[in-house]
């Protein structure tokens, strides 16, 4: 592993972690590095605009080229091409925003929305992050992912009041997905908001990510609609799988929807 890329690369996940705007100290703080070296690398990212720096402040930030890789990754990902159209018909079967996500360390990183079919206004959430454990379609992951152990003992911090963060729980959670083939996260990440999401498989057998049904906890966790919405994310899920190639074996419910 070359140090220099790998402590530029911890610079630039410091600068996307939540933050808007770190100084040469607080990132120096955060990376453990000395204020001399990571004012050398920031320079260097600025150079190729990863980052830009404040005129006011002094201050750091990720810059346009950042989002240039960000679109260019998720053009690149044959999960969000492979669910472009599966997406859109689960969002006007349920009458719900429907979203598409893969794990990315140990947050799952949004790769496609459709929004809920109404006039409603609405906010795009590609490229959103959310921690895996506070929400369905993490759940979903999380329940077929090898790392399991490793994302249980991470850093679990609540979103919400009912953000499940104990390991115990969390077990329970996704020996649940495994047997009922999908995942329900009830305001977890966001008081008000739920989700209904279940597994994608890509053709080696391994978890590609989920799909997942979000909205208003009232309609999307209504039990009038629940086993309906369930059912419609599992066949969605199978179907994308089938798509991506995964063998009938990997996909929980017994192969492909119909």
């Not at 808007?20 to 260097?44: C, F, S, W």
């Not at 006011?56 to 080229?65: E, I, M, Q």
């Not at 890509?202 to 209504?222: F, N």
Request: proline residues 5%; hydrophobic residues 45%; charged residues 25%.
């Amino acid at each position: 592993m070359i140090q220099s890329v790998e402590r530029a690369a911890l610079i630039l996940k410091v600068l996307g972690s939540g933050t808007p705007r770190l100084g040469v100290t607080e990132i120096a703080e955060r990376v453990g590095l000395a204020k001399p070296t990571v004012h050398g690398l920031l320079r260097t990212l600025a150079a190729c605009e990863l980052v830009v720096q404040d005129a006011d402040t002094g201050k750091y930030a990720l810059g346009p080229a950042v989002l240039q890789l960000g679109n260019a990754y998720l053009e690149g990902s044959e999960l969000r091409a492979r669910s472009l159209l599966w997406a859109d018909s689960l969002a006007q079967r349920v009458n719900e925003a429907v979203w598409v996500g893969t794990l990315s360390g140990s947050r799952v990183i949004v790769l496609h929305h459709v929004f809920r079919p109404d006039d409603v206004v609405q906010i795009l959430e590609v490229g959103a992050a959310i921690p895996w454990h506070a929400c369905a379609l993490g759940h979903a992951i999380a329940a077929h992912d090898p790392r399991r152990d490793e994302l249980l003992s991470g850093d679990l911090a609540p979103l919400t009041g009912l953000t499940r963060t104990a390991r115990d729980d969390l077990e329970r959670a996704l020996a649940e997905v495994r047997r009922r083939g999908y995942a329900v996260e009830d305001q977890e990440a966001a008081l008000g908001d739920a989700g209904v999401a279940a597994p994608v498989f890509s053709r080696d057998g391994s978890v590609a990510g989920a799909v997942a049904v979000v909205g208003p906890v009232e309609r999307v966790l209504d039990p009038a609609r629940r086993e309906e919405i369930a059912l419609a994310v599992r066949e969605t899920a199978r179907a994308v799988s089938r798509d991506l190639g995964a063998p009938r074996s990997a996909v929980p419910g017994g192969g492909p929807a119909v």
